[in-house]
């Protein structure tokens, strides 16, 4: 069983930074996929950046420029800094894995765009970590 555990969200003001932490208990081996993902009520959920077991990364357009994804200890930790926060970044940032089928090495930008269901059983999400950004 694998779970995922998001923190380090918070209130900001724009222009601010924050940093986001997704600690993974459990093991999915060595060919996968993880990545943050937001979601506000009522929008579809928006990839916000990736990486795969590889080493390449993927950042969703609003991220370029502005966020960082990174891993501590291979997949045992991700990252996720955040820097010059607008309000539009406002949301829920989830932390997601997928693995093969789903997902494997060199198609980490096909897992931003089309992530594993929350119900696969090729994936996993965490419960997630609500950002808020004010004006």
């Known amino acids: 069983v694998v779970q995922l555990v998001e923190c380090g969200g918070g209130s900001v003001q724009a222009g601010g930074s924050l940093r986001l932490s997704c600690v993974v208990f459990g093991n999915f081996g060595d060919n996968y996929c993880m990545g943050w993902f937001r979601e506000v009520p009522r929008k579809e959920r928006e990839g916000v950046a990736a990486?795969?077991?590889?080493?390449?990364?993927r950042y969703g357009d609003s991220a370029k420029g502005r966020f960082s994804i990174s891993r501590v200890n291979g997949k045992n930790t991700l990252y996720l800094e955040m820097n010059n926060l607008k309000p539009e970044d406002s949301g829920l940032y989830r932390c997601?894995?997928?693995?093969?089928?789903?997902?494997?090495?060199?198609?980490?930008?096909?897992?931003?765009?089309?992530?594993?269901?929350?119900?696969?059983?090729?994936?996993?999400w965490g419960q997630g970590t609500q950002v808020n950004v004010s004006s």
């Open positions: 990486v795969d077991s590889d080493g390449s990364m």
């Open positions: 997601a894995a997928a693995f093969p089928p789903y997902c494997s090495a060199g198609h980490v930008e096909g897992f931003l765009l089309d992530p594993p269901p929350i119900d696969s059983s090729f994936g996993d």
